[in-house]
T-cell receptor, first 112, second 118 residues
Framework: KQEVTQIPAALSVPEGENLVLNCSFT??????LQWFRQDPGKGLTSLLL?????REQTSGRLNASLDKSSGRSTLYIAASQPGDSATYLC???????????FGTGTRLKVLA | ETGVTQTPRHLVMGMTNKKSLKCEQH?????MYWYKQSAKKPLELMFV?????RVENNSVPSRFSPECPNSSHLFLHLHTLQPEDSALYLC?????WGGGRSAKNIQYFGAGTRLSVL
């Protein structure tokens, strides 16, 4: 059974700092892994999707990597801004089920 | 805007009430989903509809009753709920269900309905 873990649960950094959010999964047989952003009281916004055959994806200041052998994905945020403050969720789609299994998220606060 | 609209945004109901949550997608997708997000717990998939047929029911209590009258609309009918059912209920849609490795599996989420059961 796939389990997804995100550590830390919360993180505060000063503006301008580069940071890494971590996502671990127990079953390496995944179709893809997706990173989402959730603002308070809002739904989820897709940030990046990495398919199982890919190692990384980039969008602007965001870079997501995938290492299936170690069961890890990281989301790298460059030059963080207060507007990046939100909860970041990762979700893995396990081979054969098509379901998203979500982590509990990392709540990020970027201080001005 | 993600193209997925949920109403109402907030709902307070008593345990004996009957209410419905509504989700509408304007993306031309064939699959729609209901998720439950409780405090400090991962999102839980509740139901999946593909081409208006239910394809997944993740052991959800019968007090939650989904309905998908067409590929653009999804409802969640609620009756005799419990206080522990208070949560954020999220709707999502994707181009296909079971798209596997393809981008057709990407899910787009609505803003959710914040439900409080008294």
């Amino acid at each position: 059974k796939q389990e997804v873990t995100q550590i830390p649960a919360a993180l505060s950094v000063p503006e301008g700092e580069n940071l890494v959010l971590n996502c671990s999964f127990t079953d390496s047989a995944i179709y893809n892994l997706q990173w989402f952003r959730q603002d308070p009281g809002k739904g989820l916004t897709s940030l990046l999707l990495i398919q199982s055959s890919q190692r990384e994806q980039t969008s602007g200041r965001l870079n997501a990597s995938l290492d299936k052998s170690s069961g890890r994905s990281t989301l790298y945020i460059a030059a963080s801004q207060p507007g990046d403050s939100a909860t970041y969720l990762c979700a893995a789609t396990t081979s054969g089920t098509y379901k998203y299994i979500f982590g509990t998220g990392t709540r990020l606060k970027v201080l001005a | 805007e993600t193209g997925v609209t949920q109403t109402p945004r907030h709902l307070v109901m008593g345990m004996t009430n009957k209410k419905s949550l509504k989700c509408e997608q304007h993306l031309g997708h064939n699959a729609m989903y209901w998720y439950k997000q409780s405090a400090k717990k991962p999102l839980e998939l509740m139901f999946v509809y593909s081409l208006e047929e239910r394809v997944e029911n993740n052991s959800v209590p019968s007090r939650f009753s989904p309905e998908c009258p067409n590929s653009s609309h999804l409802f969640l009918h609620l009756h005799t709920l419990q206080p522990e059912d208070s949560a954020l209920y999220l709707c999502a849609s994707s181009q296909e269900w079971g798209g596997g490795r393809s981008a057709k599996n990407i899910q787009y989420f609505g803003a959710g309905t914040r439900l409080s059961v008294l």
